[in-house]
């Protein structure tokens, strides 16, 4: 049974219209009853790619050590997004991408596509001198409003950066990580490890935690 119903699909086609260049979405699962939505995450995203003639998806297993260590999958279900090029754009997904976290993937989607994330200039130039390598985690749950705007400013930071990762991490799919890091409310953003931010935050102040992560002095920018 499809996961898109046709009204669903004729609202991603047409959105995916679109799509400029091409964007690859590369998905690692696991068989077996361990990973709770890894078939559900497979079945999603191959429906997606057959909307738009611009996307396509390679699926991979946790067990292909190479592709993995790669693109630094250690969890399932995994949901990387490449360009046209097969460049990888530091963008992931951990968890099933549904319920607000879809729209997040669409859009990823077509900023890949067009090339084009919206930041500001300011922010644009500050991504360009980062002087160490960031990774943003940010805690989501699919019924949760506020977290696309947190999930989405992370990607595009990735994406306009190559010292950027950022991960979207589903909370209670990985209920381990959310002890972790003590996730009571979403969205949380984590940083390197080390820096902890509670709700979406605007864009100067994420800019401002990552470019301190980042070895940046944003008084000179």
């Given at each position: 049974m499809a996961l898109l119903s046709e009204r669903d699909k004729?609202?991603?086609?047409?959105?995916?219209?679109?799509?400029?260049?091409?964007?690859?979405?590369?998905?690692?699962?696991q068989e077996g009853a361990e990973c709770r939505y890894c078939k559900e995450t497979k079945e999603l995203i191959e429906e997606l790619a057959e909307l738009s003639d611009k996307?396509?998806?390679?699926?991979?297993?946790?067990?292909?050590?190479?592709?993995?260590?790669?693109?630094?999958?250690?969890?399932?279900?995994?949901?990387?997004?490449?360009?046209?090029?097969?460049?990888?754009?530091?963008?992931?997904?951990?968890?099933?991408?549904s319920?607000?976290?879809?729209?997040?993937?669409?859009?990823?989607?077509?900023?890949?596509?067009?090339?084009?994330?919206?930041?500001?200039?300011?922010t644009k130039r500050a991504l360009s001198q980062l002087k160490r390598e960031v990774h943003i985690?940010?805690?989501?749950?699919?019924?949760?409003?506020?977290?696309?705007?947190?999930?989405?400013?992370?990607?595009?930071?990735?994406?306009?950066?190559d010292k950027v990762r950022a991960?979207?991490?589903?909370?209670?799919?990985f209920p381990h990580l959310a002890v972790k890091y003590q996730v009571r409310a979403v969205p949380k953003i984590v940083i390197n490890e080390l820096l902890w931010i509670e709700g979406a935050v605007p864009e100067g102040q994420l800019l401002g935690e990552v470019a301190k992560a980042g070895g940046l002095d944003l008084s000179q920018i």
């Open positions: 004729e609202a991603i086609r047409e959105k995916l219209g679109e799509m400029e260049r091409s964007v690859k979405l590369l998905v690692f699962t996307l396509s998806a390679e699926v991979h297993l946790l067990e292909e050590k190479e592709a993995a260590d790669k693109y630094g999958v250690d969890k399932v279900p995994a949901i990387v997004l490449l360009d046209g090029e097969g460049n990888d754009l530091g963008v992931r997904f951990f968890g099933i991408p319920g607000y976290e879809f729209a997040t993937l669409l859009e990823d989607i077509l900023i890949v596509s067009k090339g084009e994330t919206g930041l500001s200039d300011r985690q940010v805690f989501v749950t699919p019924t949760c409003p506020y977290c696309p705007m947190a999930a989405s400013l992370a990607h595009r930071m990735a994406i306009e950066s991960d979207v991490v589903e909370a209670s799919e």
